[in-house]
């Protein structure tokens, strides 16, 4: 069977292989992934996945074959030495002030997905304040380089450019991402997760299946809002070990209010990241643990009309707390009527 590979270059709230991989997978395009933790705002993958208890991401290289034939889907951490070169590289782009390098970062994430075996690459590369590439022109020029190198090798890949310069969906955290994303899989989840989603999952699986773009879409909605979606993930996280019915929350939630009305201009999605962070949703150092219980939810977002007194903003802590004078600062309001931004800039193939 065919199998399907995407990545993200990372952003604020980021929950979308927790959707797209089952949804991709119930339709019969096979997903097998190896994702990172992460070291930035909120976990990886891998670390918003390890919020359902007992999920277990170590496996062997058979037993993660085995799953795929079986089920179709199955996410595990980086498994033994896929790209020795480009850890050491990476180490040397740290302390050489190159990790903005357009052609290495292109290497870098190119070698991992090659390596990894997929026959379907889709890439989603995050553009904005909250992502590895801010300007719209090095985006353009990065996605255009990647899809060059997955064709130079035979592998069908296409680049998704989307906006990050407010999180995506509501929910930033570990725990509280894998809940937004499993009422996202049964057909309640914020508008800009859903159509993110569908635009790179009718990707894969127009690759997969050999069929149009316009035909794969509409299986992907059908199948993301009829529960056979969501039939595939619980059958994902039972084969991992994991109970969707014990993801736990924080007890401690705080509204942050907005103190005065008008439009949302901005929303930093750093600086959401970085509240996330200090609550201890994310990793400053790789020894850092990470609580899946914190997280923020997001009430609004850019274009929204929010009055003096709205919540803007609700924090979900347990022994870190944030001041809300830095939840105020990453919210810009005007007066002026402000429209939503496009989510999907374009698609490079």
């Known amino acids: 069977s065919p199998i399907a590979d995407k990545h993200s270059t990372g952003g604020v709230g980021d929950k979308t292989t927790i959707v797209l991989a089952p949804l991709v997978a119930s339709l019969g395009v096979n997903v097998a992934k190896m994702s990172g933790r992460g070291l930035g705002h909120t976990g990886g993958t891998i670390d918003k996945l390890e919020a359902i208890e007992g999920f277990h991401t170590e496996m062997s290289l058979e037993d993660f074959e085995k799953q795929v034939e079986e089920i179709g889907i199955a996410l595990v951490g980086q498994m033994g030495n896929l790209v020795p070169a480009d850890k050491k590289i990476y180490a040397l782009r740290d302390v050489t002030g190159t990790v903005d390098s357009v052609p290495l970062i292109a ?22 304040s909250g992502a590895l590439v801010e300007d719209l022109e090095e985006a353009r020029k990065l996605g255009k380089l ?3 190198i997955g064709k130079k090798y035979g592998k069908e890949t296409a680049c998704v450019l989307t906006n990050m310069d407010e999180p995506l969906g509501w929910a930033v955290g570990n725990s509280v991402e894998v809940i937004e994303s499993m009422d996202t899989l049964q057909g309640d989840g914020p508008d800009d997760l859903i159509e993110l989603v569908i635009k790179l999952g009718a990707l894969m699986v127009s690759f997969g299946k050999k069929i149009s773009l316009e035909e794969a879409e509409k299986l992907v909605k059908d199948n993301l809002y009829n529960g056979m979606a969501f039939e ?36 930093d999605a750093l600086k959401i990241g970085k509240i996330a962070r200090k609550l201890g949703a994310g990793r400053l150092t790789k020894d850092d643990i990470i609580d899946p219980e914190v997280g923020v939810i997001v009430q609004y977002k850019v274009g929204d009309y929010v009055r003096e007194g709205d919540a803007l903003l609700t924090l979900l802590y347990n022994d870190k707390i944030v001041e809300d004078e830095e939840v105020l600062d990453a919210f810009e309001i005007t007066q002026e009527r402000v429209y939503a931004p496009k989510l999907i800039i374009e698609v490079i193939r």
């Open 146 to 148: 990647m899809v060059k």
């Open 232 to 267: 595939k993930f619980k059958e994902w996280v039972t084969a991992q070990g994991g109970d969707i019915n014990s993801v736990k929350l924080a007890p401690h939630h705080k509204d942050v209010c907005s103190n005065e009305t008008g439009y949302i201009k901005k929303i």
């Open 107 to 128: 290497s870098s994430i190119m070698s991992k997905k090659l390596a990894s075996g997929a026959d379907y690459i889709v890439i989603d590369l995050k553009v904005g």
